[in-house]
């Protein structure tokens, strides 16, 4: 599991499959100007609808930047904002792909 912190700017095309939405990727302008994409993203339905141009927040995926499944959102323009100023990793197995620019922190 790992989180992208940041807004979506770009989405390549995208496949309706039985098991959700597949894009071939995702691009997310993160704190700090640095753009980072996934590639081969997969949204299950119920998650779909989240999963949008110029969504802005925390947004949690499992897998590696080649072959993500989307797993949820923590938006930051709405109620109950996420805070994406700091992007700092979580216990465990928790992952963040943070705003320095220095890829993947553990």
Request: hydrophobic share 40%; with cysteine; net charge negative.
């Amino acid at each position: 599991m790992f989180t992208m912190c940041g807004m979506v700017v770009s989405m390549g095309p995208v496949v309706s499959k039985p098991d959700g939405l597949k894009y071939d990727f995702v691009e997310f302008l993160q704190v700090g100007g640095k753009r980072t994409s996934l590639f081969n993203v997969l949204a299950k339905p119920a998650d779909a609808d989240v999963l949008g141009l110029y969504a802005i927040g925390e947004f949690d995926f499992d897998g590696d930047i080649s072959a993500s499944l989307f797993c949820g959102l923590r938006r930051a323009d709405g109620p109950g904002m996420a805070d994406c100023s700091d992007c700092a990793a979580t216990a465990g197995s928790t992952a963040c792909i943070g705003q320095t620019g220095t890829g993947i922190k553990r």
